[in-house]
T-cell receptor, first 114, second 112 residues
């Protein structure tokens, strides 16, 4: 069965420093991988996705993620964190075929301190 | 969250009461999805619909029923609410290029 793990419940980083939010996955085929962000009392917003091709994908708000097949990871990164990046971040995976629903990780709360 | 609307935004129920959560889309997609979000567990798929008139169970379907009577609307019904169904419920449709999903604003449900 496919699964996604986000090993950190919370990540704290100072404004201006680089940030990384970790995600590892387990699927038996080729995965489609996604990152979503949720601001307080809001719905989920799509950040970026990996479908195929270049392992480094760029998304909204200056975020990027690196797909690493050998380590089965898809970590979210940003070179310089902003206080406004503070939110809940979800990694998700979807199979190439099938019902196309997403399987989500448990979420990581990012706290950026001024 | 243009494209997907959900009603109501908030609801408080007593144990045993019933209610229907409504979801409507104006993007003409065949597929629609219902998820629930619980702290520390991410989002989990309750039911999905691949097309009008068809529905299938997801990861956590117990205690719920769904209805997809037309292409635009996908409703989620709780026949006898339980405190374990306290959650935030999200409806979703495929995104622009159909890989990602686009989520509605959510319904926050509390069952006492």
């Amino acid at each position: 069965a496919q699964s996604v793990a986000q090993p950190e419940d919370q990540v704290n980083v100072a404004e201006g420093n680089p940030l990384t939010v970790k995600c590892t996955y387990s699927v038996s085929g080729n995965p489609y991988l996604f990152w979503y962000v949720q601001y307080p009392n809001r719905g989920l917003q799509f950040l970026l996705k990996y479908i195929t091709g270049d392992n480094l994908v760029k998304g909204s708000y200056g975020f990027e993620a690196e797909f690493n097949k050998s380590q089965t990871s898809f970590h979210l990164k940003k070179p310089s964190a902003l206080v406004s990046d503070s939110a809940l971040y979800f990694c998700a995976v979807r199979f190439f075929t099938g019902r196309r629903a997403l399987t989500f990780g448990s979420g990581t709360r990012l706290q950026v301190q001024p | 969250n243009a494209g997907v609307t959900q009603t109501p935004k908030f609801q408080v129920l007593k144990t045993g009461q019933s209610m229907t959560l409504q979801c409507a889309q104006d993007m003409n997609h065949n597929s629609m999805y219902w998820y629930r979000q619980d702290p520390g567990m991410g989002l989990r798929l309750i039911y999905y619909s691949a097309s009008e008139g068809t529905t299938d169970k997801g990861e956590v379907p117990n205690g719920y029923n769904v209805s997809r009577l037309n292409k635009r609307e996908f409703s989620l019904r709780l026949e006898s609410a339980a405190p374990s169904q306290t959650s935030v419920y999200f409806c979703a449709i495929p995104g622009q290029d159909r890989y990602e999903q686009y989520f509605g604003p959510g319904t926050r449900l509390t069952v006492t």
